[in-house]
């Protein structure tokens, strides 16, 4: 059996809790090498159609009627006269879910498309809420619940925190009125650092190998954070991933493809010029407004951990190792 990066498995986001938590639905039975993950048009009929809305029905929700009767009517609610799809959220209460999901999988693995789904729970956007002082004990620990607070322990087994359920811990190094990165020759000893039980020449190869993605700062090579999946060399230590970056990306990175989009050759097209040239000039003008205004950013260093580890994770700030391994330079001049 191979294993393939859930990131791969065809899905989608069936629903959100709270704020920040959101629950995907992931179909293994769609997974194919090379193929599109989006899930077609057709099978998302057939999920409202013969899955989720009969399973409103089956457990008699009291709230059926706010649930359009077929995957058309839904999505002609959704879509306005231009095409642009406009979400709204419907809510089902806690106590309703046991029954629902049951009757939902139940359902999906009467189809073959569906057989063997599971649920992905994800909680994102978290980290400015969990700020907090990693040597004070008791910020220590509501960060911790506030970080779990949309999820029942109870609910979830000793060897599902160990095995299924992550979390990443972060450090933040701040010099106020700098940008803070990190130099690129000294990535190896924050991996060592991640990874103490790892052997220096596992690391060493392990650096040299596909699972490490380095990320250079435009074109300056002595500057760069990084990328890499650990879950094997790494499994002596509990760590999954490591994530070391610079907050000065905040600026331009974007998940959309939007105004800091690449430029690529046939952007200068006459056709496309000048929306090229109009990007650039936003390009300039953030960038000269960090300047003046002194936009300082912090290096950033995260591992996944299993969620039953984490509170212990990073609690033992490596300064030494931090004023080795970071570099700090003035705002103004960095921008």
């Given at each position: 059996?191979?294993?393939?990066p859930?990131?791969?498995?065809?899905?989608m986001?069936?629903?959100?809790?709270?704020?920040?938590?959101?629950?995907?639905?992931m179909?293994?039975?769609?997974?194919a090498?090379?193929?599109?993950?989006?899930?077609p048009?057709?099978?998302?009929?057939?999920?409202?159609?013969?899955?989720?809305r009969?399973?409103?029905?089956?457990?008699?929700?009291?709230?059926?009627?706010?649930?359009?009767?077929?995957?058309?009517?839904?999505?002609?609610?959704?879509?306005?006269?231009?095409?642009?799809?406009?979400?709204?959220?419907?809510?089902?209460?806690?106590?309703s879910?046991?029954?629902?999901?049951t009757e939902?999988?139940?359902?999906?693995?009467?189809?073959?498309e569906?057989?063997?789904?599971?649920?992905?729970?994800?909680v994102?956007?978290?980290?400015?809420?969990?700020?907090?002082?990693?040597?004070?004990?008791?910020?220590?620990?509501?960060?911790?619940?506030?970080?779990?607070?949309?999820?029942?322990?109870?609910?979830?087994?000793?060897?599902?925190?160990?095995?299924?359920?992550?979390?990443?811990?972060?450090?933040?190094?701040?010099?106020?009125?700098?940008?803070?990165?990190?130099?690129?020759?000294?990535?190896?000893?924050?991996?060592?650092h991640?990874?103490?039980?790892?052997?220096?020449a596992?690391?060493?190869?392990?650096?040299?190998?596909s699972?490490?993605?380095?990320?250079?700062?435009?074109?300056?090579?002595?500057?760069?954070?990084?990328?890499?999946?650990?879950?094997?060399?790494?499994?002596?230590?509990?760590v999954?991933?490591?994530?070391?970056?610079?907050?000065?990306?905040?600026?331009?990175?974007q998940?959309?493809?939007g105004?800091?989009k690449?430029?690529?050759?046939?952007?200068f097209?006459?056709?496309?010029?000048?929306?090229?040239?109009?990007?650039?000039?936003?390009?300039?003008?953030?960038?000269?407004?960090?300047?003046?205004?002194?936009?300082?950013?912090?290096?950033?260093?995260?591992?996944?951990?299993?969620?039953?580890?984490?509170?212990?994770?990073?609690?033992?700030?490596?300064?030494?190792?931090?004023?080795?391994?970071?570099?700090?330079?003035?705002?103004?001049?960095?921008?």
């Amino acid at each position: 059996m191979n294993e393939v990066p859930l990131s791969h498995i065809p899905n989608m986001c069936f629903a959100k809790v709270g704020t920040h938590a959101k629950i995907n639905i992931m179909f293994p039975a769609l997974y194919a090498s090379g193929e599109s993950r989006k899930i077609p048009e057709d099978l998302l009929t057939m999920f409202y159609e013969r899955v989720f809305r009969p399973s409103l029905v089956a457990i008699n929700f009291p709230h059926i009627g706010h649930w359009p009767p077929s995957s058309a009517a839904a999505w002609a609610l959704l879509r306005g006269v231009d095409g642009t799809l406009q979400f709204k959220t419907i809510s089902i209460p806690s106590r309703s879910l046991r029954e629902l999901a049951t009757e939902v999988c139940r359902r999906m693995d009467e189809i073959r498309e569906f057989k063997d789904a599971f649920w992905y729970h994800e909680v994102r956007g978290t980290k400015g809420g969990t700020l907090h002082n990693p040597h004070d004990d008791r910020q220590a620990a509501d960060a911790l619940h506030l970080a779990f607070k949309d999820l029942d322990f109870t609910k979830i087994s000793n060897d599902d925190l160990a095995q299924r359920w992550f979390v990443d811990v972060g450090i933040e190094v701040r010099h106020p009125g700098h940008v803070v990165h990190w130099r690129s020759d000294t990535h190896m000893e924050v991996l060592q650092h991640a990874m103490p039980s790892a052997m220096p020449a596992a690391v060493e190869s392990f650096k040299r190998g596909s699972n490490f993605t380095l990320d250079p700062c435009a074109q300056i090579s002595d500057i760069a954070g990084f990328r890499a999946v650990t879950k094997t060399i790494g499994l002596g230590d509990g760590v999954r991933y490591i994530n070391v970056y610079s907050t000065e990306k905040e600026l331009h990175y974007q998940i959309l493809k939007g105004t800091y989009k690449e430029i690529e050759p046939a952007d200068f097209f006459p056709s496309k010029l000048a929306r090229t040239m109009t990007r650039i000039n936003v390009w300039t003008k953030a960038l000269s407004d960090a300047a003046e205004k002194t936009q300082e950013a912090s290096a950033r260093y995260e591992v996944r951990v299993p969620a039953n580890a984490c509170g212990g994770v990073l609690r033992e700030i490596p300064y030494d190792m931090l004023g080795r391994v970071c570099v700090s330079v003035r705002a103004k001049t960095w921008w």
